[in-house]
């Protein structure tokens, strides 16, 4: 690898570390124990992103968070935004019938990223917000998505994404193995379950929804739920009540001549 894409690589991992900081920011030495470069680099890569405005300074010194250039660019990708109308009075409807978090997921090259979540709860500390991110294979939307993907694309994500596995928190043990088990019983479904791997007492649903065009990418409606709810009569029917609420946002679109 050239050092420009090393350089590459190493300013992209850093915005991925200040999408998570949040407001608070966060230091050189931490930004650069979990890039795994050392702090010179770091910090010239840092540098680099404070003076596009990708970067700036947190409240505390010594502390970086993104900066107002990040928004600026995610308001121009329109991409997203139809995706985000046609499913939100779906996900809004079954989050006021069942009580449940819902969320929309995407994928971003190896990752799952949250385009969208509706919750009734706001008081409530998510694992994920929107633009929160998990390795594809980790959680029940993401095992959706990769569950409708061609054998091909899978086999890429999974090697991509083996030692991730094992790294990633988890209350049960998850390697490249389970996540795989995890997908063909999500293509025997029809949608993908997850049964407390990442939260104590809490799993989840996934309901993957194919694009309508080659212009619209696969989207999986997923949502959280206790463990103790999540019984073999339960699963299929809260995936019914989710399906009959986002109605024609899932139906495939309408056949030349009928």
Not at 67 to 73: D, N, Q, S, V
Not at 96 to 102: A, D, E, L, P
């Amino acid at each position: 690898m050239s050092n420009t894409s090393t350089n590459a690589v190493r300013a992209l991992d850093i915005l991925l570390v200040l999408g998570d900081g949040g407001a608070e920011g966060v230091s050189l030495a931490d930004i650069a124990a979990r890039v795994g470069h050392p702090k010179p680099a770091v910090h010239r890569s840092l540098v680099s992103l404070l003076q596009k405005g990708f970067a700036e300074p947190a409240g505390r010194h010594g502390r970086y968070r993104l900066g107002p250039a990040i928004p600026m660019l995610a308001r121009r990708q329109a991409r997203l935004e139809p995706l985000i109308l046609k499913f939100r009075p779906g996900m809004t409807e079954f989050a006021r019938r069942t009580g449940h978090s819902v969320y929309m997921m995407v994928q971003a090259g190896v990752d799952a990223v949250c385009a969208e979540l509706v919750t009734r709860s706001p008081q409530r500390q998510f694992s994920m917000g929107v633009g929160g991110r998990v390795p594809m294979g980790v959680a029940a939307g993401s095992v959706a998505l990769m569950s409708i993907m061609t054998e091909a694309e899978r086999l890429q994500l999974l090697d991509a994404n083996a030692e991730r596995y094992l790294s990633h928190p988890s209350v049960q043990y998850v390697d490249r193995t389970i996540v795989e088990a995890q997908i063909h019983d999500a293509q025997r479904r029809g949608y993908a379950v997850n049964m407390a791997f990442y939260l104590p007492g809490e799993g989840g649903l996934g309901l993957p929804v194919r694009g309508s065009s080659l212009y619209e990418v696969n989207v999986a409606i997923s949502f959280t739920a206790p463990l103790e709810m999540m019984t073999e009569t339960w699963i299929p029917q809260i995936i019914e009540e989710l399906r009959d609420c986002l109605g024609t946002a899932i139906l495939p679109p309408p056949q030349p001549g009928r």
